[in-house]
Each structure stands twice: as structure tokens, then as C-alpha cells.
């Protein structure tokens, strides 16, 4: 489980947020809400360890990130506002090049199945520079399906996707909270999980305030 | 596991020259443009061109590398592909020594090849190409691992690229002297080995540490 206790956060000497804690149980999803500016991604990339809080920590399974950090680092799939895509590089090979940085098998079938369903089937190997912005999100999306991670933290994951690829999305989050595993997500319209099979997932919220 | 993460890296930026050649074939013209325009300038002379040859020659490899300095970090960055890398359950500075390896592969291998016909130009002998080459086959990996430390360092400066320039050119000393005097060296009669072993005991130190350096430089960078 993921147990964030009393993290603050400032840039430069203003402060953004303090004594912000939380706590993730396997099986459960986290929607951070708050305003443009408060600090959801700063507070993101504390949690995945890429930036330094001022005072807190962020504990996996008991022990701090930075004292378990190999463990964490393979139970964690990040996605933040950079897609860590390449323009010049099909989708498919986007995916797989990918999923060997962190660590993940990733078979050319398993690849070729999630680029299909998140709706990629035919342009699996057209260069990413030809695509929309919508369907770069896709391909960044469809490393979820193939991800073994059991933590997703995802930053803004709904932006410039279609209804259908909304669905899709929520659908997939749904199906992975199902299975036991964790999301944390930013967004700023209220989200409701819902799996394929009607079944809904219910999401708690964390209201993120900045400091007066 | 983390065989595999190397050389996908290692993999992944050579494709990435690949499909980018103008930004590869720029640094390369610009070595033998460099290179080809000296003679012209300094005249028939052979003995001249036979002494300037390897300075020349040397200080055209060290400015092209420097051009594909700035790049090597830079895109990664932009794209959120270092964030990636810097989560990812292998040591970072592993996968930053692919990149680096794929670096010198891209923007050092060339200039190695290209330095005996070029120095055909000079009227080098034989035996003075053979060391020519050598020493930069010793040389250029140096300019890649200590140039990297640089270019992590300034990643994300405004002005990043003259800082990298002034942070890095001063270390560059060491390779130039050493480089270019190995092929004097063995000219003069006295044979080029002592170049050489300074050569290896710079690149060895640089081959080990500089990966952790560039790792480190880069989680700051990325914070």
C-alpha cells in the first residue's frame, strides 16, 4: 500500500501545499482534485520520488520510497505530462522500446493487442509524428494495458481524448482497481468508474488546498 | 533484466539517428568541411600541412562533438522520457551509458573513420595516419564521457549551450594535448605509446565514473 503522511512542497520561497496525507489501499482508486496551480503535479512527482519534499515521506509497504526504491520503482507506472514518446518511432516500437526501460517484458503480440484496443489497429506502425494529439495519448495509454505494475499514478490521463477513448480509459482503470491494483489520477471533471461489466468502482477524492 | 533495459536504450537512440540523419550528417560535414577547408587556406605547402595536420585535425573532431553535445540529453528531457528513465528498476546511469555509448557510436565512430582519408589531405604518412586514427579511436569516447557530464549539467539553462561550452572545452585540453601529440610523437621518432597510455588511463576513469556523474546531474535536472 501506498501512505503518503504530512508532505509539504513550495517552489522558490512560496509554498504550495502542507501536511498533506493520504493513504492507498490495494483495490482502491484516489481522484486529487484542486485548482490550476496548486501543486497536483508537483505532489505526483513527489510520491514517484522525482522530486524532494520539504517535510513528509511517502511510504510503500512500510518502508520509504527512497529506502525501498527498486521495489517501488518496478510496482510504479507513472504517466505525467510528457509522454516519453518519440516522434521519429512507430507506436509499436514507442511500446516496446518502453516497456524494456522499465523493466517490463513485453511481448510483440501483447503489444500489438493493447495498441488495438485502445482503438490503434492499422497504425501500429506509422511514425508518431503523423498522429493527432489524441491518438499519441492512446499509444501512451495503451502501456497501461500491458503494464504489470500494480500502482498507475496518472497526470491529467482524460485530457484530449475522445468520448470513446474516455471510456475506454475508465473502463481500464476500473478493470485494474478490480484486480486489486492501485490508481491515483489528477483530473479536473469528476470521474466515475465504471468496469465493462457495469459494475462501478467507487473512487474516493483528496481535495488539494494551497496554502494561504 | 538489465541487459535488456541497456540495450533497448542502446537500440532505441541508434534508431532514433537513424531517422534523424540531418542532425548526425551535420556534425560529420562539419568535420570534413573543416577539415578540407585548412589545406586550401594554408596553401601547397607540405611540410606545413604535415605539422598542422593532427592539431587540425583534432581540434575539427572536438568542435563537431561538441555539436551533438547539446542534443544528447535534450529531447529525452523535453519528452519525459528521462522521467521514465530515472523511474525505471534499472540504475539509471546504466541506461545513461547506452546512450552514451550510442552517442560515441553515432558522433565519434564516423569522425575515426573519416580522419585517414582525410588526413591523405595533409600528406600524412602511413604510419602517422595509423597513429591519427588511434588516438582518436582512444580520444573521441573521452569527448562523449566527460562531454555528457557537461550537457546533463546544463540541461534545462537558459543559455545552456555556450555554458556547455565553457564547462567542457577546458577539459578537453588534456585529449587535445595528448591526441594530437601522439602522432608528432611517433613522427619525431620517439613512438607514440606514452600518448596512448595517457589516452587509456583518461578514458578508463571517464568510462567508469562519468555515467554516475550524468545520472546525477540529470535527477537534479529533472527535480
Known sequence: MLRVSNLSCSRGNKPLFADVSFALQAGQALHLEGDNGVGKTSLLRIICGLSPADAGEVCWHDKTIQQNATAFRSSLFYLGHGLSLKEELTALENLMSDAAVSGRTLSQAQALVALARMGLRGREHLPLRVMSQGQKRRTALARLIASQAPLWVLDEPFVALDAKAVDGLRGLLAEHVTNGGMVLFTSHQPVALTSASGSSVAVQTYRLKGVA | ?223
Not at chain 2, 560535414?29 to 605539422?51: D, H, K, M, S, Y
Not at chain 2, 561538441?66 to 522521467?83: I, S
Not at chain 2, 573521441?140 to 540541461?155: E, H, K, N
Request: aromatic residues 8%.
Open chain 2, 1 to 223: 533484466m538489465s541487459g535488456t533495459a541497456f540495450m533497448a536504450v542502446l537500440r532505441r537512440d541508434l534508431l532514433l539517428a537513424m531517422r534523424r540523419k540531418s542532425e548526425v550528417l551535420t556534425a560529420v560535414f562539419f568535420f570534413v568541411v573543416v577539415a578540407a577547408l585548412f589545406p586550401l587556406g594554408i596553401g601547397p605547402e607540405l611540410n606545413t600541412l604535415r605539422l598542422v595536420a593532427p592539431g587540425v585535425l583534432w581540434v575539427g573532431a572536438l568542435l563537431s562533438s561538441m555539436l551533438a553535445l547539446q542534443r544528447l540529453f535534450e529531447a529525452d528531457y523535453r519528452d519525459g522520457t528521462l522521467e521514465q528513465m530515472a523511474l525505471s528498476p534499472t540504475p539509471m546511469s546504466l541506461l545513461i551509458s547506452a546512450k552514451l555509448l550510442a552517442h560515441w557510436l553515432v558522433s565519434g565512430v564516423p569522425l575515426v573513420l573519416l580522419a585517414p582519408v582525410l588526413g591523405l589531405q595533409f600528406d600524412l604518412s602511413a604510419d602517422a595516419l595509423v597513429t591519427l586514427t588511434l588516438a582518436l579511436l582512444l580520444g573521441t569516447p573521452v569527448l562523449s564521457l566527460v562531454g555528457g557530464i557537461g550537457a546533463a549539467l546544463t540541461l534545462g539553462v537558459r543559455g545552456g549551450g555556450v555554458l556547455l561550452s565553457l564547462l567542457v572545452l577546458p577539459l578537453f585540453i588534456p585529449v587535445l594535448v595528448f591526441g594530437a601529440g601522439a602522432v608528432e610523437a611517433q613522427a619525431s621518432g620517439l613512438g607514440a605509446q606514452a600518448h596512448f597510455s595517457i589516452l587509456m588511463a583518461m578514458l578508463l576513469p571517464a568510462a567508469f565514473f562519468s555515467p554516475f556523474a550524468c545520472a546525477a546531474a540529470l535527477r537534479i535536472a529533472l527535480e
